[in-house]
């Protein structure tokens, strides 16, 4: 358990019969239970129809590096029946170099019968608690549309389509090696001794977004060795090497058919100095492979494309753009971020480092931001340093202002300034300051490869 969490006073009455409480180990099978039912809508009970049980059924383990099973909340009736439940699942992400605590809320799900009395509010307002106790500058959660706006959350950043990949790549357009031609990279599943490289080219390879997560060592040992096989969020992790056996990188796909005659490579990344050009295919013939053998696993009717879900950009789309056969629109993450002034304190070098790169070198001034909440942002420069802190102001007297959370959008490099301004009529940015808030917070990509 977290020692820093243990402050909330639990259990909390909620009234009707109903206690608001953290799991315990003793919890593990009724977790299960509950998830399954709320979550995989199947009676049958086929194997293939169980992959969140057997997610939950890994995160109550105990083998999770970041999360133990205290970190479920549970919502239990008089009878000790639980009725709504969510987690918090503690990570790491970056905002280019700089790292900051993030708490991922999953699983959240309530009984029928109990929806509409306020049970996931009380269960955010909990996990909210908790990550700030822990030092988290914000919570980040995947999920059905505009929900989780209701908790203070904004779409933010990019998550590929519900519906499918980035890209898609029918089998038969997927180049097929000559006749007597051999691949020429080998392709076999990570093992133990593979770890230090693969986490060294992760490492390489998250210098090209602005927001990524940090899979270390640990994380990525687990999710070769510590999650089950029919967990809904493993993936296998794939190396790619010469003949020689020299690693050139990896990939990572699930085990089985994303959506119906289609299987997925959810991440992709090459050391410097491999060739895409020449690799990409090689994974998308791989890929066919691994396709065809769920569907003869599944019972399912042919394998109708490799999706790519690598983001909104990536440099295995420029090399297999020939092939690809659609970009179909793109979903986002939610983000929260709490104490807005202490996050831009916490990353102000990245945000320095641009200004001092830009055409507006060591400028020095002051940047009312205004939310429309009665809330806002002062960020103040000298030479070119920076200082962020809580102000209120309107928009009669701001530099900027920008209505709900949209600051977030342009914050996380999501959207660019002109991007929010033709959306959103008020979102406005005194015209001399532009070039300043462009340096600062110009659109970037992010790939968040989720940690579960």
Not at 297 to 305: N, P, Q, S, V
Not at 382 to 388: D, M, P, R, S, V
Request: charged share 25%; glycine share 6%; net charge negative.
């Amino acid at each position: 358990m977290h020692a820093s969490s243990r402050s909330t006073q639990l259990p909390a009455d909620l009234g009707d019969g109903l206690v608001l409480r953290r799991a315990t180990p003793a919890d593990r099978e009724a977790l299960i239970a509950f998830n399954h039912r709320i979550h995989e809508h199947t009676e049958d009970g086929a194997p293939e129809e169980r992959r969140v049980e057997a997610w939950v059924r890994d995160l109550a383990s105990g083998r999770h590096p970041t999360f133990p099973v205290e970190d479920f909340t549970i919502v239990e009736d008089r009878s000790g029946r639980i009725v709504s439940s969510l987690n918090l699942i503690p990570q790491t992400w970056f905002f280019e170099d700089v790292p900051f605590k993030v708490g991922r809320p999953e699983l959240v799900g309530t009984d029928p019968h109990y929806r509409d009395r306020g049970l996931v509010r009380k269960q955010f307002e909990l996990i909210h608690a908790w990550g700030a106790a822990r030092g988290e500058l914000a919570q980040a959660i995947t999920g059905i549309p505009y929900y989780y706006r209701l908790f203070d959350y904004e779409m933010t950043v990019t998550l590929d389509s519900l519906a499918g990949g980035r890209r898609f790549h029918v089998p038969q357009q997927i180049p097929p090696l000559k006749d007597g031609e051999s691949e020429p990279y080998r392709i076999r599943p990570a093992g133990e001794a593979d770890i230090p490289f693969l986490a060294e080219c992760y490492r390489q390879g998250r210098r090209r977004w602005l927001l990524s997560a940090d899979w270390n060592e640990d994380l990525l040992r687990y999710e070769i060795f510590g999650k089950s096989r029919d967990n809904v969020n493993r993936v296998i992790l794939t190396l790619i090497e010469r003949p020689s056996g020299e690693p050139v990188g990896f990939f990572a796909h699930p085990g089985y058919l994303w959506s119906p005659g289609r299987v997925a490579v959810s991440y992709f990344e090459l050391v410097s100095g491999a060739s895409w050009y020449e690799i990409a295919p090689v994974v998308l013939r791989h890929m066919v492979r691994v396709g065809n053998a769920c569907i003869a696993a599944e019972k399912a009717e042919r394998l109708d494309a490799v999706d790519l879900r690598l983001g909104a950009e990536h440099p295995a789309y420029e090399v297999l753009a020939h092939w690809s056969t659609a970009q179909p629109r793109l979903y986002a993450w939610y983000l929260r971020v709490p104490d807005l002034p202490r996050f831009i304190n916490h990353v102000a070098p990245v945000l320095e480092r641009r200004l001092a790169g830009s055409l507006c070198p060591g400028f020095s001034g002051t940047l009312e931001l205004n939310f429309f909440r009665r809330t806002g942002l002062r960020l103040r420069f000298e030479n070119g340093k920076l200082t962020a802190e809580p102000n209120e102001t309107s928009w009669e007297n701001s530099t900027a202002d920008f209505p709900e959370l949209t600051f977030l959008q342009l914050l996380t490099g999501y959207r660019s300034l002109d991007e929010l301004q033709y959306a959103f009529p008020d979102c406005r940015v005194q015209g001399a300051f532009e070039p300043i808030f462009n340096a600062l917070f110009p659109k970037k990509p992010s790939l968040i490869w989720p940690i579960s």
